[in-house]
Structure formats: C-alpha cells, structure tokens
C-alpha cells in the first residue's frame, strides 16, 4: 500500500490537529494543514518518518517553499505540487511571498 500525504498552507492551521486520513485498499493518504513552512517541514520531517513515500503539495507552496520540503525529506519521498503562482487561498500571493 502507498502512504502519501498531501500538506495545505493556512492561516490559523495547526499540523498536529489539522489532519485527517484515508485509507482506500490502494492507498493511505494523510492529509495535513500547516501555518507555514517551518511547520510544513517538520510535519513532512514526521511524515516520512512514519513512512510516507509521496508527499503532494498545495499550491500555496512556492518555488522556494518546495525546494524546502525537497530538501528536508531528501531520498526518503517523493515530492510533487499543485501548481498556483498566486493562490487564491492566500490573498492572490505565493507562499514565498509569504512565509520567507
């Protein structure tokens, strides 16, 4: 079974509560909300640790924010990402713009 986990950026989130899982006979998928990037890498720090292997991101995640992810799972996960220059969710702006 593949553990993927999809990481949302929002105001106000808190990664140790805002989560949720589904599980279907294919796949695991955990999905997380965070207040920024700090705390998105060390929930994905976490998530690999408990085995996920594929980690989405929303596209609240910049360029700059995802080489973060990138880097801090390293070759324990694969990383992949919803794609918004200015998301919707975030007042028409990157995540770069916001959480760097």
Same mark, same amino acid.
């Given at each position: 079974?593949?553990?993927? &986990?999809?990481?949302?950026v &929002?105001?106000?989130?808190?990664? *140790? *509560?805002? @989560?949720?899982?589904?599980?279907?006979?294919?796949?695991?998928?955990?999905?997380?909300?965070?207040v920024?990037? &700090?705390?998105?890498?060390a929930?994905s720090?976490?998530?690999? +640790?408990?085995?996920?292997? &594929?980690?989405?991101?929303?596209?609240?995640?910049?360029h700059?924010?995802?080489? *973060?992810?990138? +880097?801090?799972?390293?070759?324990?996960?694969?990383?992949?990402?919803? @794609?918004f220059? *200015?998301?919707?969710?975030?007042?028409?702006q990157?995540?770069?713009?916001l959480y760097?």
């Amino acid at each position: 079974m593949l553990k993927a &986990a999809f990481i949302f950026v &929002a105001e106000g989130a808190d990664g *140790k *509560k805002d @989560r949720s899982v589904v599980t279907t006979p294919a796949v695991e998928l955990t999905t997380v909300g965070v207040v920024d990037y &700090a705390e998105a890498v060390a929930v994905s720090k976490e998530l690999v +640790e408990g085995g996920v292997q &594929a980690i989405e991101l929303c596209g609240g995640f910049g360029h700059l924010g995802t080489a *973060k992810i990138v +880097e801090a799972v390293g070759d324990k996960a694969v990383v992949g990402v919803v @794609r918004f220059d *200015k998301h919707p969710g975030l007042g028409n702006q990157s995540g770069d713009n916001l959480y760097l």
